[in-house]
């Protein structure tokens, strides 16, 4: 074996620092460019990692005009036992940061740019889209540049990692930094098998941007970790590797356990080529940006068919390319989220509480980011449809008080407890069943007691014989069961409440009644000694325009996602900003002469030469087959006409009104694009449905993308 020189000593109770082998020392950073590039750095107010990390390259990089950039700040939300970033608090994201690095990058001159971050787990996202608007900020600059990105695991989100990757990155860099032996003391808050879910994870969403990783050796891994964790990389597709001597930032870091020789590092370089790395740096100062530029080129000169023209007009090519990214994906603007709720909060009366309703995945928005954005922005509460929502917003960290609508079958009211939630009740037998399950715990379910006055949906009958009809009297009936539920042993009735059958309509006459029948009933549960915390009602309609209803907490659903909760609601004095749009891109384009078929069925035939284009949107991603040869999406800011029947993954365009049409254009089938725009209410106009119906309709194998721009 070659010579290890060991950094440990037995002879104290803590290890001791020899001096350094010769191959580990470097000079002095200096000379010209060495300072230019500081300069650069220190006025543009941004941040590299080559300084914050006290990377033994720094002479090397700034020397010759290359630095890696490291975004969203210099204080990290981990405390990694390797790295000289310093954790704590970070401070709010410097929206003018992706200008700014792009500026630097321009001036540098620089055709290959490394970007990384601090690890921000304050985020909603984890910083996603500030990795996304640095790329595109670049990509707006300098249209040519290849962009690696070196990012952090975003503690496993699947649609954070597809926001970075819809930008298009050259290259996705994830590093696993050890063996998963040492990762409790290495990286206490990493996950070794997250990291490589995460690698797999891109690979199978954009299989043509490659993923790259890298390790430290000397902390005291084995051959055999080693060539293990090599495996791992390999099996979860990664294709570029790099390996590099860990060095001991401070006496307060981990200590180096082995300094490695640079021949070792050699037969590790042989080793990974032989498992099938495509590329691999290997050697003591090697880190994760080291030579990128060149590791990318010799990788891509490598790969079969990597000619440049995909930027050729349509005429000149008749052919299908493989997308970088996601090839449809539904892009949720987290601001607009935020301020729809904050104009839900001004508009609800001081003292009523906001419960943000995130069922059905958020409305399709996905209900783990919404829940968080909007409880940062004024909600208090989460409404849900269904336990296993409830149970998933729990295990994704979400402690906020939280409200089951629907059933709940009592062999799984244990979880109730387990997770901290909240149950409608709306039965006596139900009330009973819960309420010995808590009693065998020898804790209390808190729950809501539900009143049908007027749904007909779920709901205890206030009324005596006219059914749910708001005009009738509370029942005797109705108070003797809802007072047995109250006071079950194993139940706290925390809140009571309702639902409108019609607060979205123009006449909310209907809407009144049943609001006076449940002021009654809750009046008369008053007068028979029962106490409720919380009284609700009001739903996003009756929020905006019933302020008579906000009692003690509110509802809003829909209007949190920027929607209108029907054509008959005025949104006078409130701004509320669409959530979501949903994207594709061209993926084929052709000229087809007059008369040719498109589609199932030879519905549509071309009535004159045409440029069909084709889009990977069909309706396994919720884009309907009623749309077939009626609806229409965005191409260039232009509306253009779906022609012939929508498939299962395909829709087919005329875009011969737009020559301008290219492979990979974007192509919005609801949201804005330029001066134009195609809203959900649209899309449920032509269907003749409701926008709800639109948005739900997403489904789960289009990405969420997850973006946090400034709205207009």
Known sequence: MPRRISAMTDTASKPLLTRKPDWLKRRLPSGESFNQVRELIESGRLHTVCQEAKCPNIWECYSHRTATFLIMGERCTRNCRFCSVSPGLPEPLDPGEPGRVAEAVERMGLKYVVVTSVTRDDLPDGGAAHFAATIGEIRRRLPGAEIEVLIPD??????????????????????????????????????????????????????????????????????????????????????????????????????????????????????????????????????????????????????PGNSKEMNTPYSSRNRTVMNDSPLIWAEIDLNAIANNVRELRRRTRPQARLMAVVKANGYGHGAAEVARTALANGAEWLGVARLPEAVALREAGLAAPMLVFGYTPPADAVRL???????????????????????????????????????????????AAGGSNP??????????????VARLPGLEAEGIFTHFAASDSADRSYARRQLALFIGVVSALRANGLEFELRHAANSAAVIAMPESHLDLVRPGIAVYGLKPSAEVSLSGIFLKPAMALKTRIIHLKPVPAGTCISYGMTYCTPQLTV???????????????????????????????????CMDLTMLDVSAVPEARVEDEVVIFGRQGAESISADDLAHELGTINYEIVCDVTARVPRVYTSRRST
Not at 177 to 206: F, H, I, K
Not at 471 to 484: L, N, Q, S, W, Y
Not at 621 to 631: E, I, N, T
């Open 154 to 303: 975003f503690q496993g989100d699947p649609s954070a990692l597809a926001t970075v990757l819809v930008a298009r990155p050259n290259v996705l860099n994830h590093n696993i930094e050890t063996v998963p032996r040492l990762y409790p003391q290495v990286r206490p808050q990493a996950d070794y098998r997250r990291s490589l879910e995460l690698l797999r994870r891109s690979c199978a969403l954009a299989p043509k941007i490659p993923t790259k990783s890298g390790l430290m050796l000397g902390l005291g891994e084995k051959p055999e970790e080693l060539r293990r964790a090599l495996l791992d990389l390999r099996e979860a597709g990664c294709r570029i590797l790099t390996l590099g001597q860990y060095l001991q930032p401070s006496p307060e870091h981990l200590p180096v356990e082995v300094y490695v020789p640079p021949d070792e590092f050699e037969k590790w370089r042989m080793a990974a080529l032989e498992l099938g790395f495509s590329e691999v740096a290997s050697a003591p100062f090697v880190r994760s940006s080291y030579h990128a530029k060149e590791s990318f080129q010799r990788l891509t000169r490598s790969a």
């Open 417 to 463: 407890i387990d997770y901290d939630l909240r149950q409608c009740v709306y039965s006596l037998e139900a009330a009973r069943a819960y309420s010995a399950v808590a009693e065998a715990r020898g804790r209390k379910i808190r729950v809501h007691l539900k009143v049908d006055t007027g749904m007909g949906r779920l709901g205890m009958v206030p009324a």
């Open 471 to 484: 005009g009738h009297a509370v029942d005797e009936g109705f108070i003797r069961e809802a007072t047995a």
């Open 612 to 646: 069909v284009a084709t889009v990977p949107a069909g309706y396994a991603d919720g884009f309907r087959r009623q749309f077939s040869s009626k609806g229409e999406m965005l191409v260039h800011g232009r509306r253009v006409p779906v022609i012939g029947r929508v």
